[in-house]
């Protein structure tokens, strides 16, 4: 089958004819702001843009204490401020709970406090191990950061980066935002992923201008034999989004 071929004129035209409203675009923006915590982000744009954002900044602010705590790895000061603002959160949510508890094991570890760490281990994260086979997995990977030397290359290390902290905040921030009753997901990601996948069914059809990298935007006109490769640089762009 030949694929219909449009060029980057034709395609910059076509994309011109859209009629996209700016306010849309604006509550988009702001959708993800507030949801992600980004309160003094959401203050600036609504007062350059004029978006009025749907809750209470300040509500914001309570999110943003508990996500620094996490990504700074002070755990126990993050469940202190949830308990503060809904103790029913994590009474209600064991596997939260197990994965903030799993966190602080890993702090642990990462300081070099063994004896602590596996008294921890034994302690908390033991029995709750013995009642869900999905959380002795994750305490069994954990403990075996304690066979390697914390800054070499092993199979478990993804657990000490900072990304680990960040999926941990992510998934509190979204429990939070379900107890005061708001979106837990911004809409922004799902319409990348979206796109992302709108590509993948055209590049079957036909070759045109794309967005190989989405975190620049620019569309990239490839040569024929290029097609199958693409969406390598787009997919990873967009699983980080």
């Known amino acids: 089958m030949v694929k219909k071929a449009i060029s980057k004129d034709d395609w ?3 994309l011109a004819e859209v009629q996209v409203d700016r306010d849309d675009l604006n509550k988009l923006i702001m959708n993800y702001l507030i949801i992600e915590g980004y309160k003094d982000a ?8 004029g978006a009025k954002p749907p809750v209470n900044l300040e509500s914001i602010q309570n999110r ?3 996500r620094t705590a996490i990504q700074r790895g002070h755990i126990e000061e993050a469940i202190e401020h949830v308990n503060d603002l809904n103790p029913e959160i994590l009474d209600t949510n064991p596997k939260l ?3 903030l508890q ?3 094991l890993i702090e642990y570890i990462r300081e070099g406090r063994v004896t602590e760490a596996l008294e921890f281990a034994q302690e908390e994260l033991a029995p709750r191990g013995e009642e869900n086979p999905e959380f002795l997995s994750e305490l069994e990977r954990t403990m075996s950061l304690l066979a390697f030397e914390l ?7 993804d657990l000490l980066t900072p990304a680990q902290r960040q999926k941990l905040a992510s998934e509190l921030n979204s429990a939070l935002l379900l107890s005061q009753s708001q979106e837990k997901d911004p809409k922004l990601p799902a319409l990348l992923k979206m796109c992302w996948w709108a590509q993948q069914q055209l590049d079957e059809r036909c070759t045109y201008p794309k967005i190989k990298d989405f975190t620049k ?3 990239v006109m490839e040569p024929m034999g290029a097609v199958g490769g693409s969406q390598g640089s787009s997919s990873s762009a967009v699983a980080g989004a």
Do not use: D, G, I, W
């Open 12 to 14: 910059s035209a076509r």
């Open 151 to 157: 800054n070499s290359p092993s199979p478990v290390s």
């Open 102 to 104: 799993q966190q602080r």
């Open 42 to 49: 959401a203050e600036k744009f609504s007062q350059e843009s």
């Open 97 to 99: 709970f197990f994965h």
């Open 217 to 219: 935007a620019e569309l």
């Open 64 to 66: 943003m204490v508990v």
